[in-house]
């Protein structure tokens, strides 16, 4: 009896993945002192994405992100608020607002 070694199932090359692309944040306040991320990207998770001060004031960050709409709100010295430099937001369980950023294909 003779075996017939299995085959392991390959991708069909019809398939694309889409990648993710390189989202650009900024925000401006004098006197923070520290500036983070939260988000639908991040499960909401306060301190999981840190901005950078770039300079005083000014604070940055890029991410990585799949198309798609997330999401999100800035934390300011602990205090949530939306990203005043984002068109769009809707409002959230807590009586604020969370931007809204769509990430196309």
């Not at 390189?22 to 988000?39: D, L, R, T």
């Not at 306060?46 to 005083?56: D, E, F, K, Q, V």
């Not at 602990?78 to 959230?92: A, K, L, M, Q, Y």
Request: charged share 20%.
């Amino acid at each position: 009896m003779k075996t017939i070694p299995s085959r392991k199932a390959k991708p069909s090359k019809s398939v694309i993945e889409t990648p993710a692309q390189v989202i650009h944040f900024e925000f401006a306040q004098p006197g923070a002192q520290s500036v983070c991320i939260a988000g639908t990207f991040n499960d909401w998770h306060p301190g999981a994405t840190p901005m950078i001060g770039i300079r005083p004031g000014l604070w940055a960050k890029d991410l990585k992100l799949l198309p798609g709409t997330y999401e999100y709100c800035l934390i300011v010295d602990g205090h949530w608020r939306h990203d005043p430099r984002c068109p769009e937001s809707v409002e959230n369980p807590f009586g604020g607002l969370n931007s809204v950023l769509k990430v196309a294909v």
